[in-house]
């Protein structure tokens, strides 16, 4: 069983610039989260997929999007890149039906906007 | 809007010392979550609490919840310096889709 995994590791972008972040969700799993963790703080719920619908957002601004494909990995695309964009995104998978429904997290992409 | 807090921010201990980490959340939730997150990694699962008095154990950390009070700790026991992380609770909203809200997080060093 593979876990959760993020590409790529760590990325540098410029303000204005747009970027693309991806994620494979753990076997088995149909729903991945993502989360924005900006240092010093916990993470921040974005937005999460369940079979290629969205299924909640967080407050963030519609240039933060994304997509679920159909085995159930995503991408997490924001465009006009911010300073305060730079963080640590995480997304996490998990199998939503079952009672303890944890969510497990990959190992995060980190985002440096200069 | 579910608001969670944790206490204290910071836990600086001694090897072999008892102590507790609080998390109080301000909504009705049945299912809440303790992770650990080490220096420039992600998040591990440590507990997942789903019902009121739930209390789980493992090794030196165990967690309980209080849903009346709104409340979860983690306890550490006799702790060692491989417990030295930065541990957060999270929340699960009620309306289905598993969005979690995390706490603040407590920085914990266990000094030898």
């Known amino acids: 069983e593979t876990g959760v995994t993020q590409s790529p590791t760590h990325l540098i972008k410029t303000r204005g610039q747009q970027v693309t972040l991806r994620c494979s969700s753990q076997s088995g799993h149909n729903t991945v989260s993502w989360y924005q963790q900006a240092l010093g703080q916990g993470p921040q719920f974005i937005f999460q997929y369940y079979r290629e619908e969205e299924n909640g957002r967080g407050n963030f601004p519609p240039r933060f999007s994304g997509l679920q494909f159909p085995n159930y990995s995503s991408e997490l695309n924001v465009n006009a890149l911010e300073l305060d964009d730079s963080a640590l995104y995480l997304c996490a998978s998990s199998f939503s039906g079952l009672p303890t429904d944890t969510q497990y997290f990959g190992p995060g992409t980190r985002l440096t906007v200069l | 809007e579910l608001k969670v807090e944790q206490n204290p921010l910071f836990l600086s201990m001694q090897e072999g010392k008892n102590y507790t980490i609080y998390c109080n959340y301000s909504t009705t939730s049945d299912r809440l979550y303790w992770y650990r997150q080490d220096p420039g990694k992600s998040l591990e699962s440590l507990f997942v609490l789903l019902s009121n008095g739930a209390v789980k154990q493992e090794g030196r950390l165990m967690a309980s919840l209080d849903t009346k009070a709104r409340l979860s700790t983690l306890h550490i026991t006799a702790a060692v310096h491989d417990l030295s992380a930065t541990y957060f609770c999270?929340?699960?909203?009620?309306?289905?889709?598993?969005?979690?809200?995390f706490g603040t997080g407590t920085r914990l060093t266990i000094i030898p």
């Open positions: 999270a929340v699960a909203n009620n309306f289905g889709n598993e969005k979690l809200t």
